[in-house]
């Protein structure tokens, strides 16, 4: 069987690149991004500030704190879209099969690109191109599968690249963290230190039936990938992937209050959606059909974003441009689409802790009690929207010939 040859590219300290290169004067000062206010917190930071013991996830107050000299910026969601789409674009111009798994960061497959030319050399050149022609700095990392390349990336960086060769992926991450391993997040890490692992060697040389023991099935994924062993493919990337959901009327409607509170607790359930699905939204779409049969429809770009405040007030707005109130309503929808992955980062620019705690502890009590457990007032009339996770497997129908 032929090896693989996987890629991961990943920009470092994408926000903070971004920002750079607006003002050259931030270059090699400690930077943090996010909320400006004491009550913000802190999305991205530079290097010189992690050296400092800051990360991201902390309270804005507590990072000023430990380097008061930090330069605080409010977060530019449209300035990193954008920057992240002109990456996107030199990517496919040279790689015929790519991933985009959030804003900054993307794997590629140069399996057989060997046969024509050398695939190493070739990552080499794309990192330069893209160094070259949007001034951010790349890291990359190269092997036969997902896990090992993710994890040469960060250890190339920053600004580098690392390959590891063929039968060279267990020595590689052996005497690495633990918590090195992708998808071993603060919880397991410490019920592993718990059990005194705190290397991958250690993981390396236990029977896997031990971690099954302790974390069920995750025990033989963490198993796996401490022994660089990853078969998951790279997955093509399309701007196309969407989420979606509509209404048709039993009876034709005119009224606009009820239309807006469906089309709120649409763009609302979305919303959850996809922070459920640990996603990110750049485009919205909204549509009306009309008694005639016409159907009109209306798309905006957005910076990418799966907070509620911000898609439930453009979804209205778009509704209000698009909507014709002379005529009878027979169909309404919404579909957000050029989907990327990412949690709450990209939302940490404005919103406050207690903002973040919100979201947070609403969409665990969906998780918990159902999509419907929690709701805006505004949208409780909106009994029928969609309940289930789209990113757990086929993508979602659309909820067309509901019954309001």
Known sequence: MNERTILHLDLDTFFVSCERLLDSRLNGKPILIGGITDRGVVASCSYEARKFGIHSAMPMKMARSLCPEAIVIRGNSGLYSKKSEAVTE??????????????DEFYADLSGMDRFFNSYKMASELRKKIKKDTGLPISFGMSKNKT??????????PNNQLRIDYGFEKPFLSPLSIKK????????????????????????????????????????TIWKKANGIDNTPVVPYSERKSISTERTFDKDTINVVKLKAILLAMAENL????????KLTACITVKVRYSDFNTYTLQARIPYTSADHVLISKTLEMFDKLYNKRLLVRLIGVRFSHLVGGGYQINLFEDAVEMINLYQAMDKVRDKHGDRAVLRAAGIE????SRFNPFRGEPPPLLANRRS
């Open 382 to 385: 909106a009994k029928t929207i």
């Open 148 to 157: 090992v390349s993710k994890v040469a990336t960060g250890e190339a960086k």
């Open 271 to 278: 919303s959850f959606q996809l922070r459920r699905g640990q």
């Open 181 to 220: 391993i992708p998808m071993i997040g603060a919880k397991t890490h410490q019920t592993l230190i718990n059990l005194g692992i705190r290397k991958v060697k250690t993981i390396q040389g236990m029977p896997v039936e031990l971690l099954e023991r302790v974390f069920g099935k995750n025990g033989a």
């Open 90 to 103: 030199i990517i496919k111009e040279v790689v015929p099969l790519y991933e985009k798994t959030s804003i």
